[in-house]
């Protein structure tokens, strides 16, 4: 089955403590996204990836980092968690460039962080 | 830079009723436009979307969107409202640099 698995899907943590949340796709999309979910804002774009290798800043890159050291898999690093990224984070995946073509959401996974 | 605005944060419908979502864009190209659907726990999946041609498109589970260049706006509709379609729907537009600007997003009561 074509999906994009994230991991965890809920994660509660505290201030500092350096998190990873893995996400995952099986459709050998190119193209991989990260957003996150904050209740009257929508979606925000965090980072972005064109393919292995390439990653680029989306609207609110602060406090996150990515790699994408292979063409499956875009984790979303937060070094020094704060509480103001308590929220629902979502993966996604697209052939080429992603705001072409459809993009291919994951479950999300609920972050809070204390 | 590119932006969505959807004007209703919330709609109540009752069950058999039309809905219409609105969606209004600001960019300075020809649009990419989206429309998203959430059901309550789930990632989004994609309802429509309109790149170029007639600007009436057809997607799934009954809806269907207009695009109106002179009003900028893209507005989601579905004739007869069915509990299932009970969700939270984003409209989004592209690209530029790549990005994909989602709306804050409408949430959808069904009555019975």
């Known amino acids: 089955e074509a999906q994009v698995t994230q991991n965890p899907r809920y994660l509660i943590t505290v201030t500092g403590k350096k998190l990873t949340v893995t996400c995952s796709q099986n459709?050998?999309?190119?193209?991989m996204s990260w957003y996150r979910q904050d209740p009257g804002l929508g979606l925000r774009q965090i980072y972005y990836?064109?393919?292995?290798?390439?990653?680029d800043k989306g609207d609110v890159p602060e406090g996150y980092k990515v790699s994408r050291k292979e063409k499956r898999n875009f984790p979303l690093i937060l070094e020094s968690p704060s509480p103001n990224q308590t929220s629902l984070y979502f993966c996604?995946?697209?052939?080429?460039?992603?705001?072409?073509?459809?993009?291919?959401f994951g479950p999300g996974t609920r972050l809070t962080v204390l | 830079a590119q932006s969505v605005t959807q004007p209703d944060i919330h709609i109540t419908v009752s069950e058999g009723a039309s809905l219409e979502l609105r969606c209004n864009y600001s960019?300075?190209?020809?649009?990419?436009l989206f429309w998203y659907v959430q059901s309550p726990g789930q990632g989004l999946q994609l309802l429509l979307k309109?790149?170029?041609?007639?600007?009436l498109v057809q997607g799934i589970k009954g809806f269907e969107a207009e695009f109106k260049r002179s009003q900028s706006s893209f507005n989601l509709r579905k004739p007869s409202v069915h509990w299932s379609d009970a969700a939270e729907y984003f409209c989004?537009?592209?690209?530029?640099?790549?990005?994909?600007?989602f709306g804050a997003g409408t949430t959808v009561t069904v009555r019975a």
């Open positions: 996604a995946s697209s052939h080429d460039e992603g705001s072409y073509n459809e993009q291919f």
């Open positions: 459709m050998n999309h190119e193209y």
């Open positions: 990836s064109m393919n292995v290798e390439v990653t």
């Open positions: 960019y300075g190209a020809t649009p990419y």
């Open positions: 309109y790149f170029s041609g007639d600007t």
């Open positions: 989004a537009v592209g690209p530029h640099d790549y990005k994909l600007s």
